[in-house]
């Protein structure tokens, strides 16, 4: 996720966050050193919670389904995507700049929470003494700060484990319903080997020409995820115009809050219309 974001660019803060830029830039560095770190914060911050409501985690398995289906459809948002010239995604990029790097950071928070659900219940299973399965948890989460960093490193390497890392999200998310509603359990050696055994065949398609003659099947099958998606946004507009309505209601009381003016749109009334001079003819 955060491979897209530059790593020579300080994070892009709002006016009212800006006092804390040359702080932050020194400590959690250039926007995608940025969204690591933030991303591991919020991984230890999600995972302790979950750990502590663990037992009613496990009693309300809607929660790892909407977890499970929150992963499928991160990976059908990404893997629908068309093939787009540069310059149209430079473009794209250079006027979402300040949108793109917070959408990303919290699309990392949601799906370490979604991944959270699953690793819970499973740690929670291995041990009734809640500081030890923290201390694992976090010990886990320090090991995977390293390893997103070295494997954002491969991706520049290797651009199509990106869409590899995407294919293991809808792998853990398909796996996750079958768990629930099909009740084909696997283990933690089964989920890791089919995450390697995708990883290592996405790479062998990039490399391999001959399979490359696949590609229609392949954009077939991300038309289909592209469709699906746009379904879901649709079933999700009315909840999403919801969410906007709120924080436009909010927005106004937490300037009042802090102190600040409230910004009052002026409408612009077209001029009145009147009817055309002509120069005089000359005689």
Known sequence: ?????????PVPYPRLLKPLQRFTDRILGMQQSAALKVGLLGAYFGRGLMLVLAAWVIKNPILQVLGACYLVKLAFGHLSQPDQPG??????????????????????????LAFSLDNVVAA????????????GVALGILTMRFAAG??????????????????????????????????????AWQKFLI??????????????A??????????????????????????LTPLVGLVRWLALLIRPLFLAAIGRPVPVRHTVMPAEETSPTYPESPR
């Open 150 to 187: 070295i494997f954002t490193w491969l991706i520049k390497r290797e651009p199509i484990l990106e869409t590899a890392a995407y294919i293991v999200v809808l792998n853990i998310g398909i796996e996750l319903l079958l768990a629930e509603f099909a009740g084909l359990h696997f283990e």
């Open 195 to 208: 995450s390697v055994l995708t990883l290592i065949a996405c790479v062998i398609y990039a490399h391999v």
């Open 1 to 9: 996720m955060v491979s897209v974001l530059p790593d020579n660019e």
């Open 210 to 235: 001959p399979l490359r003659r696949l590609q229609p099947v392949f954009r077939w099958f991300a038309q289909g995820m592209g469709n699906l998606d746009e379904l879901i946004n649709w079933a």
């Open 124 to 135: 929670v299973a291995l041990s009734k003494q809640l500081w030890i399965v923290m201390l």
């Open 87 to 112: 310059e149209e995604i430079a473009y794209q990029q250079l006027h979402q700049r300040e949108q793109r790097f917070w959408l990303v950071v919290l699309n990392v928070e949601l799906a370490d």
